[in-house]
């Protein structure tokens, strides 16, 4: 049996990308393994937005490399990847290509010299393609071994906009890596070009996914017993606005999934990441109010708390704006969670620009927020600028914000003793006996048991301790669904 073994790097949408490639190698009859010495195939879907995620690119396929002196395997690499690491990328491993053109792997395998279980079904011990042949011969410990066809590889060039085909994509059916909890990708790419960011130069421009798909494929998990569904996108609450006319917006599109929660009687929360500020409207916050089914969480990234770095960053956006977003959350959703993201030390970042992130910290108290130390990334704008703020000061702030992190997290946390809440179990704790989930709002609970029949349920918990970025807690119930 022929095996691949895949890395994911990156961002949620690299996952949910990662299950679609997954769909495309079990089709061609290879199944998954974990070890990559038994793989024939090994793939990484990479993530050119961090410098630490492509330094493992680079250390792993060098590993790789090497294991051909050993046995026959094919290497690739997809994903969210800039030009300049494209190029480089052409030169070491066999594949490369942009997520769009994902439903053309299996050609691109053959035309590499590859002849895949599924072909090997239909056709015994050779692959007849253009007059040409390949011949595969078993050997003891390492699979198969295959003499390359005499063809060209399939062009790899980067593309001017990696996202435009995406459709096709989106047709592959994923293989889900979780019975309860899935993504949904609403759109690809993104139009805003923050001056930090590479994301328009790796996925391209936005494209928004035909509401009927999006809504197709969630009312299926749902009847199968999902219970987490998280729409993705770069900018998901700019969805629609690419397709004028011809799609419905975001608010539209939740209000949808909404009124399907309420005619299917089930239990089941739907999250969302990353909306930017500036598309952010009232109806969005309206809606989510609204209907049970869409979690009471929001996910929204300031960056930096300082206009004038704001300005730099090109969020397109002042505090005031932000400001309005998060005081019409607290009036209508005043249950909801707020999670963030920040970038400390962004170029020209002076202490008084700083003290401003610091105190919209104080003043939103997030119960969570990725705080990042800014790291230049060839191909964003801000990669022409000098790199001004030394690492120990950007250092110092990640640890000054953190602390004001847990400081608010345990406060809101504290206040929560005593109370039953909603929580979807996720699996076995790291603490022996006990098993950890998340709250409607995403925050990290455990609770002592070990009746693993309840992993995938949502079920009620009586919060009795806290930390700051967690709590504890005793079963109380598992929650009777309907449907």
């Not at 030009?83 to 480089?88: F, G, M």
């Not at 942009?98 to 090997?120: A, D, F, K, N, W």
């Not at 996914?209 to 017993?225: M, N, T, W, Y």
């Not at 005031?320 to 249950?335: E, G």
Request: charged letters at 25%; one cysteine or more; a neutral charge.
């Amino acid at each position: 049996m022929l095996k691949y073994h895949l890395i994911s790097l990156g961002c949620q949408m690299n996952l949910s990308d990662t299950e679609r490639v997954k769909t495309v190698l079990h089709e061609l009859g290879f199944q998954p393994t974990e070890d990559e010495m038994e793989a024939s195939i090994l793939g990484i879907i990479a993530c050119s937005v961090r410098q630490k995620a492509i330094d493992k690119v680079y250390s792993r396929i060098a590993k790789w490399n090497r294991l051909k002196n050993r046995k026959n395997l094919i290497t690739f690499v997809s994903g969210c990847i800039l030009p300049s690491d494209n190029e480089k990328f052409l030169k070491l491993f066999d594949l490369v290509f942009p997520m769009s053109e994902l439903p053309q792997l299996p050609e691109m395998i053959r035309h590499y010299g590859v002849v895949t279980p599924s072909s090997l079904r239909q056709e015994g011990d050779s692959l007849q393609h253009n007059n040409q042949k390949a011949t595969i011969k078993p050997q003891q410990g390492v699979g198969f071994l295959f003499e390359k066809v005499d063809l060209p590889k399939p062009p790899t060039a980067p593309k001017l906009n990696p996202g435009k085909d995406i459709d096709e994509f989106w047709h592959v059916e994923p293989t889900y890596t979780s019975s309860f909890e899935a993504f949904v990708p609403i759109q690809n790419g993104c139009d805003k070009f923050c001056s930090f960011c590479a994301v328009p130069y790796t996925r391209g421009r936005e494209v928004s996914r035909p509401s009927q798909e999006i809504i197709d494929e969630l009312k299926q998990l749902v009847e199968k017993g999902y219970k987490s569904i998280t729409l993705l996108g770069q900018n998901v609450n700019s969805y629609g606005l690419d397709r004028k006319g011809d799609e419905i917006d975001f608010a539209a599109l939740l209000r949808r999934i909404g009124e399907f929660g309420l005619q299917s009687g089930k239990l089941f929360w739907v999250y969302f990441t990353s909306p930017h500020p500036r598309d952010m409207t009232d109806e969005v916050i309206e809606v989510i109010a609204q209907y049970d089914c869409l979690a009471k969480q929001i996910h929204l990234p300031v960056q930096s708390g300082d206009d004038r770095v704001l300005m730099r960053m090109n969020r397109k956006h002042a505090m005031d704006k932000y400001r309005h977003i998060v005081h019409t959350i607290r009036r209508l959703i005043p249950q909801a969670t707020l999670f963030t993201d920040i970038i400390v030390g962004f170029t020209g970042e002076t202490q008084e620009q700083f003290e401003n992130t610091r105190k919209a910290m104080e003043e939103f108290k997030y119960n969570m927020a990725y705080i990042a130390q800014y790291s230049v990334r060839p191909g964003a704008a801000s990669s022409r600028w000098e790199d001004d703020v030394p690492k120990a000061v950007k250092k110092e702030r990640y640890h000054l914000l953190t602390e004001e992190l847990t400081k608010h997290s345990l406060v809101y946390n504290q206040q929560l003793i005593g109370k039953t809440v909603q929580v979807l179990v996720r699996g076995r704790d790291r603490k022996e006996g006990y098993l950890s989930g998340y709250t409607e709002g995403k925050l990290v609970i455990r609770f002592a048991g070990t009746q693993e029949h309840l992993i995938g349920q949502i079920v009620a918990v009586k919060i009795n301790s806290v930390m700051a970025l967690s709590l504890e807690g005793e079963l109380v119930a598992v929650k009777e669904l309907v449907g």
